[in-house]
């Protein structure tokens, strides 16, 4: 297991930096939204409270880089993603999070598509993997533009027990 030191890096559009505590309020905007949290495995957070516990916990994360979007045109905080080794299927999945009123711009797919390049420049990665909640077409769409396939359905929890999804299941690999 490794702790990964996460660098700043850029797109056209965004540049994707480490989060800290004082993005707080920032990350609450859209951590703590109901339609943006409607599929996701974390619980809704109910203040700045709850989102600065989960930031603290960031610099524990193993085997995984997490990033905060930063828009370039005006330096606002509008997303999170992350992309994580896994070592028993020697592979990296990805996840994200946008704030709503940034959907459907192709911040998402920017991001992780610069996510993945980064893996494969410094772990020469070639295999990955994502999944969505089935009833969230939107998420698949991102995955497929980065070019993974749908392979299969399963399902996901919330790490709290409290919602079970079913998933879309995406892979690629480059070998």
Known sequence: MSIFKVPTIETERL???PLSLDDADAVFEW???ERVNKYMIY???K???DTKKWL???DKLENEYMWGFVRRSDGKLIGSGSIRYRTDEDRWSFGYNIRYD???QGYTTEATLRMMDYVREMHGAKRFAAEHAAENPASGRVIE???LHFVGYGEYSRYDGSETFRSKIYELDEN
């Open 47 to 49: 203040s700045t409270d």
């Open 15 to 17: 540049i994707l930096r």
């Open 31 to 33: 951590t703590g939204d």
């Open 145 to 147: 533009k980065c070019g």
């Open 102 to 104: 940034c959907w459907n």
């Open 56 to 58: 603290s916990s960031l």
């Open 43 to 45: 619980s809704l957070n």
